[in-house]
């Protein structure tokens, strides 16, 4: 790895280094298990060059606070401001340590991609060849996604990271771009972008017995990671205890889960003629603790009801990955029928990561959040729904709900 760069002072806007640092993390947190989990060594270089631009980050935001605090009203405002400063360094440690475990060979099972349900997209990196047919067009002139089937989800451009395009971005020669898709739609695109042969990997027979619930944790851990992350900043954004309470119940749970695992890689050891190939899952389970306690220490501000300083909830306003938060309406198309129906997600972009059902509602006579919603999950007039996309696709949520 090349040695890390210079940093001094320079000004510059807090909001908006704490809204990168943000989207930095949670792409790193789905980069970093896609690694493990599809055995990518190239995705996994770009997680550690993302992980040295968080350290460029998380400075750059640490110096510009201390330059803030002139008094010690100010540090007291801005302290909390700091510890989220450091939970998103903690995401983007722990993801550079999952992503070591492709590159190093710390050790997995072969066999885990033959594992993978299939649900799970597949993320590669690919570079924009001269000849490409897809270089200096936009991803809306080409209608990627519609045309496709993948989704840009970054790219890299010399030292300059471009998280989450949109259709006006446009693929340069000479990009580093990170799609994601079926395994089977990937590789003519990959192909049409690089100019270069889709290599698919020989399977590989699980020499595992159980292969197949070690891989559902992971997915279960990266899922659960990234939806405590998610509602950390809603909590903060929105100055909500109640999404705050979930993600510390989120925290407990990745905790037990984490043991199970564990349990699990020690029980199939003894039937492996050689542990070290598992010493990696050990390694994935520790890394995943990390997260889902950084996310924690995200709304922890909120928990302890000294709530957050106004610049970390402008800066999730304002990150590419909008947060929103929309109350159903009486008679409108989600009204009364489920997320899969209204195909919410293809319409409008934007994925529903939790409902909130009010007091007295007929599913609940109590408050009650639904974390992980599903195509089958119903909604009705006065359910609040949480979630997660662009700019353009809040607006057209907002016409469905």
Same mark, same amino acid.
Do not use: C
């Given at each position: ?233 809603? *909590? ?33 050891? *003894? ?23 950084? *996310? ?7 928990l302890r009801g000294i709530g957050t300083h106004p610049v970390v909830a402008e800066a999730v ?85």
């Amino acid at each position: 790895m090349s040695p890390s760069p210079d940093v001094e002072y320079r000004p510059a806007s807090v909001k908006e280094v704490l809204a990168e640092m943000k989207d930095t993390a949670e792409l790193l947190i789905d980069l970093s298990y896609s690694a493990v989990l599809f055995g990518s060594e190239g995705v996994a270089e770009e997680v550690l060059a993302l992980e040295e631009r968080m350290d460029l980050l998380q400075m750059q935001a640490r110096m510009s606070l201390l330059m803030a605090a002139r008094t010690t009203d100010d540090a007291e405002q801005l302290a909390p401001v700091l510890g989220v400063v450091g939970a998103a360094e903690k995401i983007s440690d722990a993801a550079g340590d999952i992503a070591k475990v492709v590159l190093e060979e710390i050790g997995l099972p072969d066999a885990m991609r033959a594992s993978l349900p299939e649900a799970v997209e597949s993320i590669v990196r690919a570079t924009v060849g001269e000849d490409s047919r897809f270089a200096g067009r936009t991803l809306g002139e080409i209608t990627f996604e519609t045309e496709t089937g993948v989704r840009v989800i970054a790219i890299r451009r010399g030292g300059e990271w471009l998280l989450d395009p949109t259709h006006e971005t446009s693929l340069e020669a000479g990009d580093v771009a990170l799609l994601r898709g079926a395994e089977e739609n990937l590789p003519p695109v990959y192909e049409s972008i690089t100019g270069e042969p889709y290599a698919v990997p020989d399977p590989v027979e699980p020499a595992i017995d159980d292969l197949e619930r070690a891989v559902d944790a992971i997915v279960l851990m990266k899922n659960m990671s990234e939806l405590a992350v998610d509602l950390a900043y809603g *909590a903060v954004l929105y100055d909500s205890t109640e999404l705050a309470e979930e993600v510390a119940a989120l925290e407990a749970e990745v905790d037990q889960l984490e043991s199970r695992f564990e349990a699990w890689t020690l029980r199939a050891a *003894a039937d492996v003629a050689d542990p070290v190939v598992l010493r990696g899952l050990v390694h994935l389970a520790g890394s995943t603790e990390v997260i889902s306690d950084a *996310a924690l220490e995200i709304s922890e501000g909120v928990l302890r009801g000294i709530g957050t300083h106004p610049v970390v909830a402008e800066a999730v306003l304002e990150s590419d990955e909008v947060l929103v938060r929309s109350t159903v309406g009486e008679g409108s198309r989600l009204d009364g029928t489920t997320i899969g129906e209204q195909t919410v997600r293809t319409d409008t972009g934007m994925r529903i990561i939790a409902v909130r059902r009010p007091r007295g509602s007929p599913s609940t006579e109590d408050d009650e959040w639904e974390t992980q919603p599903g195509p089958d999950t119903r909604l009705a007039a006065g359910d609040v729904i949480l979630a997660k996309g662009t700019r353009t696709g809040a607006d057209r949520l907002e016409e469905l709900v």
